[in-house]
């Protein structure tokens, strides 16, 4: 059974639209982080949080809020949509002992 | 921040080699180095790390070695198989990171059968 899920799958938006990706895991790990992946960038950090109610800014987080409203949850969400915004978007969870596990992804495209 | 540089981009190897992948870091304070592979398609799966504590670990076909003085470490994979061919991706993580990943930007690994 998947520990890391993420809602939606693939997402197509409109410029200057609101957009909510979510993230749930059942690993009870007090870590999550979102990430984009780019060609030719890896995947970057862009929000993460080290419990419920608390989010940190990543490395790229303009453009980006997140939100931790409990410790299964993570949401990342872009209040004004951009097409620089298209790309693939994991969520993960992580221990205290730095292992990372990853969801899915979620393909989103901002026309 | 701490930055990591992942030397190849592509790497094209015989089936049953060796593949080698390189990568080095800058933060002198990074003490967890991960390995993660991606499928066409898929998300990222853990395949080993190793730790500042350690300059080897081998876990069946897999090999990771760190030189702390050098910045540098390195996935080994012996005998590779057609189900290597995949994304490759070093991190590193630790000291003022805190639990943050920073990710190499990717190596695409092709075994050819």
């Known amino acids: 059974e998947a520990a890391v899920t993420q809602s939606p799958r693939n997402k197509v938006a409109v410029t200057g639209g609101k957009v909510t990706l979510s993230c749930n895991q059942t690993?009870?790990?007090?870590?999550m982080y979102w990430y984009r992946q780019d060609t030719g960038h890896g995947l970057r950090l862009i929000h993460y949080?080290?419990?419920?109610?608390?989010?940190e800014k990543g490395d790229i987080p303009d453009g980006y809020k997140a939100s931790r409203p409990s410790q299964e949850n993570f949401s990342l969400i872009l209040e004004l949509a951009t097409p620089s915004q298209t790309s693939v978007y994991f969520c993960a969870s992580g221990t205290g002992n730095y292992e990372q596990y990853f969801g899915p992804g979620t393909r989103l495209t901002v026309l | 921040g701490e930055k990591v540089e992942q030397h190849e981009s592509t790497l094209s190897v015989r089936e049953g080699d060796s593949a080698v992948i390189n990568c080095t870091y800058t933060d002198t304070a990074s003490s967890y180095f991960p390995w993660y592979k991606q499928e066409a398609g898929k998300s990222l799966h853990f395949v080993i790390d190793i730790r500042s504590n350690v300059d080897r670990k081998q876990s069946q076909r897999l090999i990771v070695l760190l030189d702390k003085k050098a910045k540098r470490f390195s996935l080994h994979i012996t005998a590779t198989q057609p189900e290597d061919s995949a994304i490759y991706f070093c991190a590193a993580s630790g000291g003022n990171m805190g639990y943050k990943l920073t990710f190499g930007t990717g190596t695409s690994l092709l075994v050819d059968p």
């Open positions: 690993n009870n790990h007090n870590n």
């Open positions: 949080s080290y419990g419920a109610g608390s989010t």
